[in-house]
Nanobody, 118 residues
Framework: QVQLVESGGGLVQPGGSLRLSCEAS????????MSWYRQAPGKERELVAA????????NYADSVKGRFAISRDNAKNTVYLQMNSLKPEDTAVYYC???????????WGKGTLVTVSS
């Protein structure tokens, strides 16, 4: 059974930091491209950051470049999102995604809420 379990969300003040984690199980983690998406109230889900399965470059939304960093630990089947210099507009539910294009694999976690507010 495939599971993607996000954690690390919460309430933080503007300028603060949070580290999200997504622990995966039920599939071959190191073969999957991993991504973080977010959905703010009343808005569509958007890609925040992505990291490939193999060696390759990470990708970021323009709105988070220089502030967020995605990383993965294949030994722990976990992907992380380090979020620094948080802004109120970063408030959203953050979702973890695992995908493998060649097989059509596309899994989602249930999300973790990040609220940036003073």
């Amino acid at each position: 059974q495939v599971q993607l379990v996000e954690s690390g969300g919460g309430l933080v003040q503007p300028g603060g930091s949070l580290r999200l984690s997504c622990e995966a199980s039920g599939f071959t983690f190191w073969l999957a491209a991993m991504s973080w998406y977010r959905q703010a109230p009343g808005k569509e889900r958007e890609l925040v950051a992505a990291i490939p399965a193999a060696v390759g470059s990470t990708n970021y939304a323009d709105s988070v470049k220089g502030r967020f960093a995605i990383s993965r630990d294949n030994a722990k089947n976990t992907v992380y999102l380090q979020m620094n210099s948080l802004k109120p507009e970063d408030t959203a539910v953050y979702y973890c995604n695992a995908a493998r294009r060649v097989t059509g694999m596309d899994y989602w976690g249930k999300g973790t809420l990040v609220t940036v507010s003073s």
